[in-house]
């Protein structure tokens, strides 16, 4: 079965510091996501992507955040300058359509110190 | 008020019992519906997906959407120790674009 696919899936950064969250989407897909999961808090939105440009983004999503598809098949979020906040679980997701469910990734567990 | 709310549990049931998991909601413009399965240190899987109004079956699992009261269930029927998980519930609008709302999650515990 296709899957979402992340990387790394854990990664330790020092606070100020940029990182680069990386994820394949499933190959067929249009829409690609980035949502977040601070440790015993809900699954929050960040941004959503399509036709190579962002297409909604919460409040979250402010300039220290960015998303690229540099190339046909990679899709990366970038945290410019990590704050402690930033700590979470990132997940990657894509779909076919818009409002169809999603397949989400395993997910890359930042940690910022 | 929040805009999704989920009891977060912990529920335990017994091998082979039907659980019902709930979520209620407040924005009246959510028209799309899912539920999704998350273990531990791992990402939301897609269950069960429902427009609108209506039940939705699917093996053991059944989706039900009341719009008039807002509220949306999962009923999982033989219930097994595999199923332990927390289940989310997420919804979306047309206004919303592709943005998922998504409950805090019921953390389910089905002994053997």
């Known amino acids: 079965e296709p899957e979402v696919t992340q990387t790394p899936s854990h990664q330790v950064t020092q606070m100020g510091q940029e990182v680069i969250l990386r994820c394949v989407p499933i190959?067929?897909?249009?829409?690609f996501y980035w949502y977040r999961q601070i440790l015993g808090q809900k699954v929050e939105f960040l941004v959503s992507?399509?036709?190579?440009?962002?297409?909604?983004k919460s409040e979250i999503f402010d300039d220290q955040f960015s998303v690229e598809r540099p190339d046909g098949s990679n899709f990366t979020l970038k945290i410019r300058s990590t704050k402690l906040e930033d700590s979470a679980m990132y997940f990657c997701?894509?779909?076919?359509?818009?409002?169809?469910?999603?397949?989400f990734g395993s997910g890359t567990r930042l940690t910022v110190v | 008020q929040k805009e999704v709310e989920q009891d977060p549990g912990p529920l335990s049931v017994p091998e082979g019992a039907i659980v019902s998991l709930n979520c209620t909601y407040s924005?009246?413009?959510?028209?799309?519906f899912m539920w999704y399965r998350q273990y531990s240190r791992k990402g939301p899987e897609l269950l069960m997906y429902?427009?609108?109004?209506g039940n939705k079956e699917d093996g053991r699992f059944t989706a039900q959407v009341d719009k008039s009261s807002k509220y949306i269930s999962l009923f999982i029927r033989d219930s097994q120790p595999s199923d332990s998980a927390t289940y989310l519930c997420?919804?979306?609008?047309?206004?919303?674009?592709?943005?998922?709302?998504f409950g805090g999650g019921t953390r389910l515990m089905v002994k053997p």
């Open positions: 997701a894509s779909s076919v359509t818009k409002n169809y469910g999603y397949t």
């Open positions: 190959s067929n897909h249009l829409y």
């Open positions: 992507f399509y036709n190579n440009e962002i297409s909604e």
């Open positions: 924005n009246s413009a959510f028209q799309y």
């Open positions: 429902t427009y609108s109004s």
């Open positions: 997420a919804m979306s609008s047309n206004n919303a674009g592709n943005m998922l709302t």
